[in-house]
């Protein structure tokens, strides 16, 4: 009788997360279609006192809460659940052996925020930003921070609860062990940039790494960088090269993603689909929608797919049906008078059903640049980074201006 209720019970919890799989399939195939704009933006100034520039990373740090990384090198914490939005302070930057490459663009703030599995740390650009900071949740308090890289750093990766790996703009990656909260260890973390192994960083790139991923399903690490190829890292053996792919699309290369069966990469009017399984690794390119204006921002969630650009708008493709899906909802109605009935064959549109989300009006900073050079222009943010929920209900998105110079900030959230 036990037997039989232990079976009986292990097939109704396997019934069960079939049906939650195929509901979230269902949801997510249609859900673009359901989601309505919840923007901040206007709340920045009032919460902490001082204008926002550019948006540029974000993860959910739970269910309630977002931390979200822009261009003044700030680190903002929104809880979506009481409305509070403040600044949380970064470690200072510790001394250095090696010097940092001197840019004429100024600091390029902080481009990666990414919880570790445990949920228990999250890894984001240091106050100086060709480091990397690490601080312990959900107190935000500095773990260490990890000095080494000698240009910007604009990609971390999680590859365990306590190992990280981070990818510069001098051409180089690094794996790091990372102490438990409160250890005693020391604030900071070094590596040289001219010793291997783990030791020191990895320089295996003619190119700047514009981003690093890992995914642990298939244990595999992957770098993209602007010489235009992807190499796949093995974590285990000191981030040994384990195949580089070479990408055809590779103009402005800024963004990946990745899950165990597929890769996705961003260029200026493409999403680059390919399997790291096949010899010939590319199976689709994507072309986005708005041409030449560039992909910035990818997310892989079961089956969708979707990109933000730097005309601010979120698209979201169906990788099975190989379709864009409509963001408009369907104008239903049960046998009224001149109207089609839900189930009676529907006439087919006269213009396409709008493809894209258009993010808000954000606000933009009125200096002397903008009125010298684009006063009367309407200003679209790009669309810089977005992230689902754990429950997929809720997408969170933010940008800023494309131009160089030019100084704004949006951030919403999408339910």
Known sequence: MLTGAVLAAQVDSRQRRSLRSTASQHFLA?????????????????SLGGTVDKAFAAAWQDEQRLLVGTKCNK???????????????????????????????????????????????????????????????????????LVGHQDWVFGVAWVSDRHL??????????????????????????????????????????????????????CRLAALSTEGCIKLLDAARDLRTMRTIQLDKAKELVCMEQRSDLLAVGSIGHVTLLDPRRRNAELQSIVSPDENQGVRSLQLTEQLLSFGTGKGKLFFYDVRAQAFLPTERSAYDYAADGLHCKLSPQPQPALQPRRHLQLGAGYVVQNDLFYDHFSGMDIRHACYAHCWDSSRTRLFVCGGPLAFGLQGCYMAVWH
């Not at 663009?105 to 100086?128: F, K, L, Q, R, Y």
């Open 30 to 46: 249609r859900q673009p279609a359901l989601l309505e704009e919840e923007e901040i933006t206007g709340r920045l100034a009032s």
């Open 75 to 145: 680190l903002l914490q929104w809880d979506t659940a009481s409305g509070a939005l403040r600044s949380v302070p970064l470690p200072p930057a510790p001394p250095r052996t090696h010097p940092v490459v001197e840019s004429v663009w100024g600091s390029c703030g902080i481009h990666s925020v990414a919880v570790n599995p445990a949920g228990d740390m999250v890894a984001t650009g240091g106050a100086e930003p060709a480091d990397a900071a690490v601080l312990s949740l959900p107190d935000l308090q500095p773990v260490q921070t």
């Open 165 to 218: 790996v981070t990818g510069s703009r001098d051409q180089s990656v690094a794996l790091w062990s990372i102490p438990e909260p409160g250890s005693g260890a020391p604030a900071a973390q070094y590596k040289s940039p001219g010793d291997a192994g783990p030791a020191g960083l990895q320089r295996k790139f003619e190119g700047k790494v514009r981003d690093v991923k890992y995914d642990p399903a298939s």
